[in-house]
C-alpha cells in the first residue's frame, strides 16, 4: 500500500523476512519482487519498485482489454482472476470482488481458471500483499496472521484495488481503502471512498 502500482512511493510491507509462497507463487516471482504490503513501513520503496508495480497493472490491464477485443461493443472491461490458490480466503476474495463491481462500472471482476491474476495464501512475514516479477506477471498474497489480525475483506479488497492500479496511503483515514492497516487493528471498512472509486474508472475508462 504505501507503494503504488502507477507512483514512485512503493516498498515493503515489513523490513525482514523472506516470503514463504506456495511454489506456483514463488516460481512465478523473481528473489526479489516488487511488493505491495498491507502494513504500513518507513521504506520507501524504489523506481524500480515503481516501474515494476506499473508494469503489473498494464499486463492486467493489457490481458482484460485483449479479452475484450472479440466483443466490442462492451462499455466494462472484465478482468478475471482465479482464487484456486487461496481457498481459505474464496470468500474474502468473493466479498472483495462484488464491492469493487458495485463500486466501479468501467471495470468488473470475474473468477475463472487461467485469470489475468491470481491469489495465493500462506504464511509470510511481511503480511500480505500484492507483488509482480517485473515482468507484467503478478499475484495477490493474502498472510493467514494478518488476516486474523486485521479485517481480512478489508485486507483483501485493499490488495484488489492495487491490482486495479491504485497506490497505498498509509497515512489516510479509515474512510480511505488504500490507507489499509494504518489506521489500525479496528479499522473494518472494506469499501473504496468516492476518489478511490473515481480513479479506477478513469484508469478503465476505454480508450
Same mark, same amino acid.
Given at each position: 500500500?504505501?507503494?503504488?502500482?502507477?507512483?514512485?512511493?512503493?516498498?515493503?510491507a515489513?523490513?525482514?523476512?523472506? +516470503?514463504?509462497?506456495?511454489?506456483?507463487? *514463488? $516460481?512465478?516471482?523473481?528473489? !526479489?519482487p516488487? &511488493?505491495?504490503? %498491507?502494513? @504500513? =513501513?518507513?521504506?520507501?520503496?524504489?523506481?524500480?519498485?515503481?516501474?515494476?508495480?506499473?508494469?503489473?497493472?498494464?499486463?492486467?490491464? +493489457?490481458?482484460?482489454?485483449?479479452?475484450? *477485443? $472479440?466483443n466490442?461493443?462492451? !462499455?466494462?472491461? &472484465?478482468?478475471? %482472476?482465479d @482464487? =484456486?490458490?487461496?481457498?481459505t480466503?474464496?470468500?474474502?476474495?468473493?466479498?472483495a470482488?462484488?464491492?469493487?463491481?458495485?463500486?466501479v462500472?468501467?471495470v468488473q471482476?470475474?473468477?475463472?481458471?487461467?485469470?489475468?491474476f !491470481?491469489?495465493?495464501?500462506?504464511?509470510?512475514?511481511?503480511?500480505?500483499?500484492?507483488?509482480?516479477?517485473?515482468h507484467?506477471?503478478g499475484?495477490?498474497?493474502?498472510?493467514?496472521?494478518?488476516?486474523?489480525?486485521?479485517?481480512?475483506?478489508r485486507?483483501?479488497?485493499?490488495?484488489?484495488?492495487?491490482?486495479?492500479?491504485l497506490?497505498?496511503?498509509?497515512?489516510?483515514?479509515?474512510?480511505?481503502?488504500?490507507?489499509?492497516?494504518?489506521p489500525?487493528?479496528s479499522?473494518?471498512?472494506?469499501y473504496?471512498?468516492?476518489?478511490?472509486?473515481?480513479?479506477?474508472?478513469?484508469l478503465?475508462?476505454?480508450?
Amino acid at each position: 500500500m504505501k507503494r503504488s502500482v502507477l507512483s514512485a512511493a512503493l516498498g515493503l510491507a515489513l523490513a525482514a523476512g523472506l +516470503a514463504v509462497l506456495p511454489t506456483t507463487a *514463488a $516460481a512465478a516471482a523473481t528473489p !526479489a519482487p516488487a &511488493v505491495q504490503g %498491507y502494513t @504500513a =513501513s518507513t521504506y520507501a520503496g524504489s523506481a524500480a519498485e515503481a516501474a515494476n508495480n506499473q508494469a503489473f497493472f498494464q499486463a492486467v490491464m +493489457a490481458s482484460a482489454k485483449a479479452k475484450q *477485443a $472479440a466483443n466490442p461493443n462492451l !462499455a466494462t472491461v &472484465v478482468v478475471t %482472476y482465479d @482464487a =484456486s490458490s487461496a481457498p481459505t480466503f474464496r470468500n474474502q476474495i468473493s466479498q472483495a470482488a462484488q464491492i469493487w463491481n458495485s463500486s466501479v462500472g468501467n471495470v468488473q471482476l470475474r473468477s475463472g481458471s487461467g485469470g489475468d491474476f !491470481a491469489y495465493y495464501e500462506g504464511n509470510d512475514s511481511r503480511g500480505s500483499y500484492a507483488s509482480t516479477d517485473g515482468h507484467g506477471r503478478g499475484y495477490v498474497f493474502l498472510d493467514y496472521q494478518q488476516n486474523r489480525q486485521y479485517n481480512s475483506v478489508r485486507v483483501t479488497a485493499h490488495e484488489t484495488g492495487h491490482v486495479l492500479g491504485l497506490p497505498d496511503h498509509y497515512s489516510g483515514p479509515c474512510s480511505e481503502l488504500m490507507s489499509g492497516g494504518g489506521p489500525g487493528t479496528s479499522c473494518t471498512n472494506p469499501y473504496p471512498n468516492s476518489t478511490e472509486r473515481s480513479r479506477v474508472n478513469s484508469l478503465w475508462a476505454r480508450g
